[in-house]
């Protein structure tokens, strides 16, 4: 019975060449017609690793696959429980290559594009069936199972990688790896606190607390931004048309590939920003005595949450107005690195703003808030051509000279221009400290960064070059700029640590 049922299998295998394959995260669902191969009992086909079904995979690797003869019309075919893993080993790979190419050469273009291979764009997929169900109305018994228990992984383990992913896809949707931007001015504003405290011999005052509560409630508001920013740019489509997403730019795309709904990361924002708020005013009970206080603290508090869901949010859309980069720069600049300072020093101000110290903790902010606007303004070079088309007016889409392609010099003057004014503010807190009581000796090995700012300078021209190239491949080209991202990124972050030792020091 067994081999006859094998040979069912078989035939229906052998007389199909595609096979609809559905996939699923967290309740969202997504299907698609592939072309697949055979490798014995395993089924190998080819993909974008960014399309939805590769990305739900990687979270989920249970499948569910429907397969049907040529010219059938559902009479007789296969529905295969499995699970899918994508290959890794460059044996595998190379045998999925011949597999696939025995069944369609539709992709072979991209199979064998170099660009894509390096940057793993593309790559192979193989499910190992756990439960075929054969389908065949023509005969008497309609249904028959094969199963395949030593292919199927232990509930205890499917659910220990699940967890894993689960968690992975959490810190994916608040884009964690960059709450650098709020850690940075946290650290500053800190630091600046702890200079002035010394300074007044109030130094055993320091509360880490306060400190560690400052920081939570700081990088949710930065969580809530990311949050809104990703459901907003989903509503007005500017995510789904960038046909050139990055870690960098294009948003966490979790709505884009089904790993979340619009309305979980909506809600993710919300509870955010509840957070934000629910931890501003416990700390500005804490220093005025009242949960609605008249301090700073409340009123940066108002303002870092308008700026967090205006940044986006409807109605106000800051971002999509040009205002974006000047709330980026103020929230997690000022606002961070002040706020932090008042709730860090109230053992020196006691909620007097008279005994506060905040031309030192604004100075200080200063290069910080335009380095992190840099960020944003490097990252939406990728962007520009998707921003441009629904109307989102970012400065690099309002300095753009429109043409047969989008000419991004001003924008990217502007943005060596913004770099070196950072420093200058950098060197000028160095400088305060020899004519005022202001800023510190110190704050000059905060230049030291700008051998990496020489370094993406050198590597933006060499991009610019090529995007102005007629025959550029404008689809690929975008991505060369990634380690400009990334030196940015660095540049931020290194140069504000190297801010906090100096007022430490």
């Known amino acids: 019975m067994s081999d006859v049922l094998d040979k069912k299998i078989e035939n229906v295998l052998d007389s199909a060449d595609r096979m609809f394959i559905a996939t699923s995260v967290g309740g969202n669902s997504s299907g698609a017609s592939v072309f697949f191969s055979r490798d014995g009992e395993d089924l190998v086909f080819f993909t974008f690793h960014p399309t939805r079904k590769a990305e739900q995979i990687r979270l989920n690797p249970r499948v569910h696959v429907v397969i049907w003869p040529k010219g059938q019309e559902g009479i007789e075919g296969l529905q295969i429980d499995g699970e899918c893993y994508k290959i890794k080993d460059e044996n595998e790979k190379k045998k999925a290559y011949e597999l696939v190419l025995n069944t369609t050469e539709a992709f072979k273009e991209f199979m064998e594009d170099q660009f894509l291979i390096d940057n793993d764009v593309v790559g192979y997929y193989r499910i190992k069936p756990t439960t075929i169900k054969y389908v065949n109305f023509y005969q008497d018994e309609k249904f028959e199972w094969k199963t395949y228990p030593t292919n199927k992984t232990s509930a205890l383990k499917m659910a220990f990688r699940l967890g894993l992913k689960r ?3 959490w810190l994916r949707t608040v884009r964690a790896p960059f709450l650098t931007a709020t850690f940075a001015p946290i650290f500053v504003g800190a630091a600046v606190a702890w200079s002035d405290l010394k300074e007044a011999g109030l130094s ?11 920081l939570a409630g700081a990088s949710l508001a930065q969580v809530a931004t990311n949050a809104s920013n990703d459901y907003f740019d989903h509503t007005s489509n500017a995510d789904e048309i960038n046909k050139v997403a990055s870690p960098f730019n294009g948003g966490s795309r979790v709505i884009q590939v089904g790993l979340m709904t619009p309305g979980q990361v909506l809600l993710t924002a919300l509870i955010s920003i509840a957070g934000t708020v629910g931890i501003g005013l416990y700390l500005n009970q804490q220093v005025s005595g009242a949960v609605f206080g008249n301090t700073p603290i ?8 308008f700026l967090a869901l205006g940044y986006t949010g409807d109605p106000v859309r800051l971002g999509y107005k040009g205002f974006g980069e000047i ?5 997690f600049g000022p606002v961070m690195v002040m706020g932090a300072h008042y709730v860090l020093t109230e053992s020196i101000h006691q909620n007097d703003l008279s005994n506060w110290n905040w031309i030192e903790a604004l100075i200080a902010s200063i290069p910080v808030a335009i380095l992190v606007m840099l960020i944003v303004w490097i990252n939406q070079f990728q962007d520009a051509p998707s921003d441009a088309a629904v109307g989102k007016n970012t400065w690099v889409v309002r300095t753009a000279e429109q043409g047969e392609w989008m000419k991004l010099e001003k924008p990217m003057k502007l943005y060596k221009q913004f770099m070196i004014e950072a420093f200058i503010a950098v060197a000028l807190i160095g400088i305060l400290s020899f004519f005022t009581d202001f800023g510190t000796i110190y704050a000059f090995i905060a230049l030291v960064p700008l051998a990496l700012v020489w370094k993406a300078f050198k590597m933006a021209d060499e991009w610019m070059v090529k995007w102005n190239n ?4 404008r689809q690929k080209v975008p991505y060369e700029l990634l380690l400009v991202n990334v030196s940015t990124i660095g540049i931020h972050f290194l ?3 190297l801010l906090t030792v100096a007022y430490i020091l």
Do not use: C, E, V, Y
């Open 470 to 473: 007629p025959q550029a491949d």
């Open 495 to 497: 140069t504000s640590i």
């Open 327 to 331: 709330a980026i720069a103020l929230g």
């Open 298 to 305: 409340l009123w940066t508090g108002i303002i870092g949450t």
């Open 204 to 214: 055993s005052s320091w509360s880490w607390n306060m400190f560690w509560l400052t």
């Open 167 to 169: 968690i992975g896809l």
